[in-house]
């Protein structure tokens, strides 16, 4: 692939705003109860109408930052908005804690039992509210925020199913989230709470989880940053990794933090070296760092955000230091990801494939899988290309 950078930007933009927000605008939005819909087969039908909290304000987070980011279309702003009312009616217990998940009317269906539904209502209120002025909804992002401030040595909480004492592990996902949540909401926040919650996530995401040695990134480590030799002290998350890392890189490069930049992308190289699949292509999803069998029985398959995430630090990290690797690695990624995920006849991205790289679940979205990756993800790359284009002119 030839380095047109103004071409692959055109490709990003063309295709996150003529194919994939069409997809979510037409099938998803729940006009008549409120909400989104994420449940949608290949053609964008309707299978189940069960609401999850973290798809709903990741939706909401969606159109509202590209209210911020790009233009303020009516449009998007009217989508934003349904969900924004929708979640803060029904969207919380009376404690102020996030749910997981609620029925289509809005009734709590699965208990608030981690911190990641606040940490995505932190993120989407904080947006909306940018994007829309509203006050309210300032106090909302805050309220969510703080909640997951105060939540974050302890996740689960109540609802945390192991015994206490016998072998306390931290998992990566609390500070990596956290990092980029903080960043987000940046003009929120005091410079003082600012400053010192990415100094503590950065520190902990790259002196705790990563293993210096072996250069990767581990999900569960104990509290003084130690491995554990069993399933979950083993576990590499190839893509939880790459994502940390280009979170990592975009907040040293407010600081002009070269070494960190370059320490981040160091951590990527090395966990695609370890992750990528020699006989069929593609990034594994979860990984034993010894080569012991994983314990996820899905451990093989390929997964859309795995492979999004990847490009995303690719595209920046190749921008931040001009590292060949990661020009290399980009191609890769990028050849394997448009000729397995994108389905040019309906639009959108398929979510998972089996090893081989069939299509395994013939969906647009489910559970898990709403509009926010692969949008997100078509963003910032068009957005790291264009600057790319810029600079070689």
Same mark, same amino acid.
């Given at each position: 692939?030839?380095?047109?950078?103004?071409?692959? /930007?055109?490709?990003?933009?063309?295709?996150?705003?003529?194919?994939?927000?069409?997809?979510?605008?037409?099938?998803?939005?729940?006009?008549?109860? #409120?909400?989104?819909?994420?449940?949608?087969?290949?053609?964008?039908?309707?299978?189940?109408?069960?609401?999850?909290?973290?798809?709903?304000?990741?939706?909401?987070?969606?159109?509202?930052?590209?209210?911020?980011?790009?233009?303020?279309?009516?449009?998007?702003?009217?989508?934003?908005?349904? #969900?924004?009312?929708?979640?803060?009616?029904?969207?919380?217990?009376?404690?102020?804690?996030?749910?997981?998940?609620?029925?289509?009317?809005?009734?709590?269906?699965?208990?608030?039992?981690?911190?990641?539904?606040?940490?995505?209502?932190?993120?989407?209120?904080?947006?909306?509210?940018?994007?829309?002025?509203?006050?309210?909804?300032?106090?909302?992002?805050?309220? /969510?925020?703080?909640?997951?401030?105060?939540?974050?040595?302890?996740?689960?909480?109540?609802?945390?199913?192991?015994?206490?004492?016998?072998?306390?592990?931290?998992?990566?996902?609390?500070?990596?989230?956290? /990092?980029? =949540?903080?960043?987000?909401?940046?003009?929120?926040?005091?410079?003082?709470?600012?400053?010192?919650?990415?100094?503590?996530?950065?520190?902990?995401?790259?002196?705790?989880?990563?293993?210096?040695?072996? #250069?990767?990134?581990?999900?569960?480590?104990?509290?003084?940053?130690?491995?554990?030799?069993?399933?979950?002290?083993?576990?590499?998350?190839?893509?939880?990794?790459?994502?940390?890392?280009?979170?990592?890189?975009?907040?040293?490069?407010?600081?002009?933090?070269?070494?960190?930049?370059?320490?981040?992308?160091?951590?990527?190289?090395?966990?695609?070296?370890?992750?990528?699949?020699?006989?069929?292509?593609?990034?594994?999803?979860?990984?034993?760092?010894?080569?012991?069998?994983?314990?996820? =029985?899905?451990?093989?398959?390929? =997964?859309?955000?795995?492979?999004?995430?990847?490009?995303?630090?690719? /595209?920046? #990290?190749?921008? =931040?230091?001009?590292?060949?690797?990661?020009?290399?690695?980009?191609?890769?990624?990028?050849?394997?990801?448009?000729?397995?995920?994108?389905?040019?006849?309906?639009?959108?991205?398929?979510?998972?494939?089996?090893?081989?790289?069939?299509?395994?679940?013939?969906?647009?979205?489910?559970?898990?899988?709403?509009?926010?990756?692969?949008?997100?993800?078509?963003?910032?790359?068009?957005?790291?290309?264009?600057?790319?284009?810029?600079?070689?002119?």
């Amino acid at each position: 692939m030839a380095q047109d950078f103004s071409a692959l /930007a055109a490709l990003y933009q063309h295709t996150l705003l003529n194919d994939v927000l069409p997809f979510w605008e037409k099938h998803s939005v729940d006009w008549e109860q #409120g909400g989104y819909f994420t449940c949608l087969n290949r053609q964008g039908e309707v299978y189940d109408t069960d609401k999850f909290i973290w798809l709903q304000n990741r939706q909401v987070w969606t159109f509202s930052m590209l209210c911020n980011q790009l233009e303020q279309r009516e449009n998007w702003l009217k989508i934003a908005s349904n #969900g924004a009312k929708f979640l803060a009616k029904h969207g919380r217990d009376n404690e102020g804690n996030w749910y997981f998940a609620l029925t289509r009317a809005g009734k709590p269906l699965v208990q608030p039992y981690n911190i990641f539904s606040d940490c995505f209502a932190a993120m989407a209120f904080s947006q909306y509210a940018l994007a829309s002025g509203e006050e309210w909804a300032q106090e909302v992002a805050m309220q /969510a925020y703080n909640n997951v401030l105060r939540r974050q040595e302890h996740p689960k909480g109540k609802y945390s199913k192991t015994y206490p004492g016998t072998r306390p592990m931290k998992a990566l996902a609390v500070p990596m989230i956290l /990092a980029n =949540l903080t960043l987000e909401m940046e003009w929120l926040l005091s410079e003082e709470t600012l400053e010192s919650v990415l100094t503590a996530t950065v520190q902990e995401v790259m002196t705790d989880f990563l293993d210096k040695e072996r #250069g990767l990134m581990y999900e569960n480590v104990t509290p003084d940053g130690s491995h554990i030799d069993c399933f979950d002290g083993r576990l590499i998350n190839p893509g939880h990794g790459i994502e940390a890392m280009w979170f990592i890189m975009d907040i040293a490069n407010r600081k002009n933090d070269r070494k960190t930049i370059n320490q981040a992308v160091d951590v990527v190289l090395n966990i695609l070296n370890f992750a990528w699949d020699n006989e069929y292509g593609g990034l594994y999803y979860f990984m034993d760092a010894d080569g012991h069998p994983p314990q996820q =029985l899905e451990w093989d398959q390929k =997964l859309w955000w795995v492979h999004l995430e990847t490009l995303v630090a690719l /595209a920046m #990290g190749y921008r =931040l230091t001009g590292r060949v690797e990661c020009w290399e690695w980009y191609e890769k990624i990028h050849d394997y990801s448009w000729s397995h995920f994108a389905d040019l006849e309906y639009g959108e991205w398929f979510g998972y494939l089996n090893r081989r790289g069939d299509v395994l679940l013939n969906l647009k979205g489910g559970k898990w899988k709403g509009c926010f990756h692969v949008p997100r993800a078509m963003y910032l790359c068009w957005r790291q290309f264009e600057a790319l284009s810029l600079q070689s002119v």
